[in-house]
């Protein structure tokens, strides 16, 4: 078999670079080990504005089920008291400060594309075997067997990327010597639309709004402070407790997910003409919700290296350009996130009433309120659109 592109991996950032590649003209053959797996798993994302913009690009953004368009983003530090958050509302700042969608509503709109996209094959329950790329001829071998010739191969198979270990690749780690517990809630009182993050000693907990009533949550603790306390049956209790009850009764919705926290780079984002985008190329502190949409900033940059490159599809450097400028970008993003994590999770009093003054003189800045939107709704990118 011959294509002009490979995908391992059929994850939300694998998809959405199929059906980019396929308005280019590229046929693309996707390979994914367990599609209804990745259906199953139901992570709830924030998205942006810069991410809600490319998902119309392709026509997939009405399709997408339950997207819930937030309100407000309120960020409290230790006390969830109200009067000293610093908080984003949408009338205020005339922008759309985010939305929240399903990962599962998300995959179900990309399928639906891509099943009627004749420049696009996906194959269920199948892996990489054998890679070769000798000169610029790259070629496959799956597990069932079947040898694909391609020009590039595009390792989307995230964070646990197989192609990144057969290649040799390694990652530049940050170590947040933290767990993230992720689980849905129902709650007696509205959260009127608003996505709420309490910074506490312990690491942030982010509630995400679904419906007025229920909550997606994430919750990281640092290792240091995992206890009975963050348990499946004392976690709501510690949440009416951190939120002085303000959203009333909160009971679980659903199994509790624990993940271990570490933030990545790629040493290098390609390799011949093999090229890492999403998760298996870099992965950040979830406290900005910022990991999927970085994702697509790369879908985006690839797109742009296609449409705006003299060279010949097919060369080795064609993806070179894309290669050094997300490096930069998400290397940037996640020493961001790094930042923002440990200053937040300090306890020294000074830097404590540094922080208080900060929030304090933001919230009253409505410019500066206005930047820090632009630069979230640009996935923290530092460069322009
Ligand atoms: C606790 C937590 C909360 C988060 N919250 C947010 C948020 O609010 N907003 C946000 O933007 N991001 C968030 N993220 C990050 C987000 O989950 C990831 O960035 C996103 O899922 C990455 O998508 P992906 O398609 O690159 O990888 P994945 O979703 O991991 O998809 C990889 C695909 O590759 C397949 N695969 C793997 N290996 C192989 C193989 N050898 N052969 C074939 N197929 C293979 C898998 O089955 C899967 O389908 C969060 C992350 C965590 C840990």
């Known amino acids: ?7 391992v991996g059929s994850g939300i950032i694998g998809m959405s670079l199929a059906i980019i590649l396929s308005k280019n003209n590229k046929k693309t053959i996707i390979i994914e080990k367990n599609l209804s797996n990745n259906l199953n798993n139901r992570r709830v994302y924030a998205l942006s504005e810069k991410t809600k913009s490319f998902f119309e690009s392709i026509s997939i953004w009405e399709n997408i089920s339950n997207i819930n368009q937030l309100d407000e983003m309120s960020l409290h530090y230790r006390n969830y008291i109200t009067d000293d958050a610093l908080s984003f509302k949408r009338i205020d700042s005339q922008k759309n400060i985010g939305y929240i969608g399903e990962s599962n509503n ?3 709109a990309l399928i639906e594309k891509i099943e009627h996209d004749k420049n696009i094959k996906l194959y269920d329950n199948c892996s990489v075997d054998e890679i070769s790329n000798h000169l610029n001829n790259l ?3 799956t597990t069932n067997k ?3 010739k391609s020009k590039y191969l595009f390792s989307c198979d995230g964070s646990k990327s197989g192609i990144k270990k057969h290649l040799g690749l390694n ?3 940050d ?3 933290s767990k993230a517990k992720v689980f849905n809630i129902k709650h007696e009182k509205s959260n009127k639309k608003t996505a709420t993050q309490i910074f506490l000693q312990s690491g942030p907990v982010a509630f995400l709004p679904l419906t007025l009533n229920e909550s997606s949550m994430v ?3 640092k290792n240091k402070f995992n206890s009975e306390e963050f348990s499946e049956d004392n976690i709501c209790g510690f949440l009416e407790k951190i939120t002085n009850n303000s959203f009333g009764k909160i009971e679980l919705n659903s199994k509790i997910l624990s993940f271990d926290l570490v933030g990545f780079d790629s040493e290098s984002y390609i390799s011949g003409n093999t090229v890492f985008v999403g998760d298996s190329a870099h992965s950040v502190h979830p406290l900005a919700g910022m990991g999927l ?3 697509i900033s790369d879908v985006i940059e690839i797109d742009k290296a296609i449409k705006g490159s003299h060279q010949i599809f097919g060369d080795k450097n064609f993806f070179s350009g894309y290669a050094r400028k997300q490096k930069i970008v998400n290397k940037k993003a996640r020493q961001q996130l790094k930042i923002i994590e440990k200053v937040y999770s300090l306890e020294n009093n000074a830097i404590m009433q540094i922080i208080k003054f900060g929030m304090k003189n933001i919230q009253k800045s409505t410019f500066l309120k206005e930047k820090i939107i632009k630069h979230a709704n640009n996935n923290l990118s530092i460069f322009q659109n």
């Open 171 to 173: 990652n530049q780690y």
């Open 106 to 108: 998300i995959m179900k």
């Open 219 to 221: 919750v990281s603790i």
């Open 146 to 148: 079947n040898t694909i």
């Open 175 to 177: 170590y947040y010597d």
């Open 1 to 7: 078999m011959k294509t002009d592109a490979i995908i």
């Open 293 to 295: 949409n970085l994702g």
């Open 139 to 141: 070629e496959i071998t």
